[in-house]
């Protein structure tokens, strides 16, 4: 049984927590007990498996329903006139509406999250996103390869002045979609390939696909993009935003 | 995370009208996701507290049988994952849907669970072996 140490460092490494000096602990550990290399390859395998569960859309209708139910309530009304501190009466309404569009925002793009795990044949994406040429002047952020399974290649993030894009330089041999989630915020990418074994040309032909993320932030956060051919999970991979704009 | 459509629709529901009819106490210093999560995650928790010690999960996303393509070594293991996860507790389940799922960073978990930071880390790292010795025990590692 691993002691707790082992397994803060174990998890740690995980999440991408370790420094230098951490990293050299694990090592020295895992050199010298079998039991924690046991436990932190089941613990990897056991993330990475979850990491890779794709998100499920809510069933059709449910937006439409949740979205018609709301102009039948009361409006919150009797608390529009407070205001939060600092902010003068002039504000107020831009706030207000603010809010609204923020709840819709979130009834589209976080849908999702009560639903996961719970096997729908239909993907029917919050968001959706067609492919384009990348930007030239767009600098590498960071990539990974795609080894295993039917989707095999590499995924790699860019950013430019604006935002960042994913270039799919990928091959299959039946189209592939994919699925980009970053701290909720979920985006589904049509035709990264088009099958037949080649790369992938989604947007001119002979030229890997490229798609934008418009409002995925840049603090270092992981975005884990997700293969998706017929319905199903067929590979993913995770990438590290860029810290700071 | 509540691992029954019907559920998972009425709780999708209620998130949003009472998101709609509280909007005036969302705090704009905070994350909105968060805030709008928090609720979700209230009213699941509360729908799994209302059920009965022994409620069936819905036979909708209940074992089915495999199709050809499901027997792979790593569908299975996620299968069993899937099976796994309806055991431990709602609690430590989710940690898990934070974090594996939904992808949020520890800040955001704790804005969300309304915990410190390392109770959250602690919590998935409990979580975490959880699943492990459920696998294990069961022999699907």
Known sequence: MANPGQLVLINAEIDGDLDAAQRAELARTLLADPKARELRDDLRRLCQTLDAVPLVDPPPGLQESILAAMPQMAPPLRRLGDRPAGVTRRYAPAITVWRYAALLAGLLIAGGVMFELVRSPALEPSELAGTIALDPAATLVDSAQIARGPVSGRVSLYRDRAALTLRFEVTASTPIDARVSSEGHILQILAVTRGGGTVSDGGTPGMPAAAALPGVAMHGQDITVTFISDGRRVGSATLRAPAGR | ?141
Request: charged share 35%; no cysteine.
């Open chain 2, 1 to 141: 995370m509540l691992r029954n459509v019907e559920d998972a629709r009425d709780v999708a529901q209620t998130t949003f009208l009472k998101a709609f009819e509280h909007l005036a106490d969302y705090d704009e210093t905070r994350k909105f996701y968060s805030w709008l999560y928090r609720i979700a995650l209230n009213e699941s928790l509360d729908t799994l507290g209302a059920r009965k010690p022994f409620d069936p999960i819905s036979g909708d996303e209940e074992d089915k049988t495999p199709g050809p393509e499901q027997r792979a070594e790593g569908d299975q293991l996620s299968r069993a994952i899937d099976e796994a996860l309806a055991r431990i507790k709602p609690e430590y389940r989710a940690v898990i849907t934070l974090r594996h799922f939904m992808h949020l960073s520890y800040q955001d978990m704790g804005e969300i669970l309304m915990l410190p930071e390392k109770t959250v880390k602690s919590r998935l790292y409990e979580a975490r072996q959880l699943l492990r010795e459920d696998l294990l025990l069961r022999g699907a590692t």
